[in-house]
């Protein structure tokens, strides 16, 4: 799959989250890379920010919180597209979560671990 076919599987997984909490994002943007860091090879997706849920008074002025969806590592697990767009979804809503302060076991438990 081409890297602008998958990029548009990762806008597709975002168009899917539910408008009201579209919303609520705030400070945030989507990348999409190639390979996440050799030390983590089949490393799916990254959050990097502070979580909503964490932010106070002295939040302003900070650089956007990152939400990166790797292509190699997600390729490489799914053999048909299908599979592509179901864990491209999978991951986007995972990383969105944590953008909203839920953790990896709340993740799990509802099924987008």
């Given at each position: 799959?081409?890297?602008?076919d ?82 491209t ?8 979560a ?16």
């Amino acid at each position: 799959m081409s890297r602008e076919d998958f990029e548009e599987l990762v806008g597709e997984a975002l168009d899917r989250i539910p408008t009201e909490l579209t919303r609520l994002m705030d400070n945030v943007a989507v990348f999409v890379e190639d390979e996440p860091d050799p030390s983590d090879p089949d490393l799916l997706g990254l959050y990097e920010g502070t979580p909503l849920t964490e932010r106070g008074e002295w939040y302003a002025g900070v650089l956007p919180d990152r939400i990166t969806i790797y292509r190699g590592p997600t390729l490489r697990m799914c053999h048909t597209r299908e599979e592509a767009v179901e864990e491209t979804e999978i991951t986007v809503v995972h990383e969105v979560a944590h953008h909203f302060g839920i953790d990896d076991e709340r993740l799990h438990a509802l099924g987008y671990g």
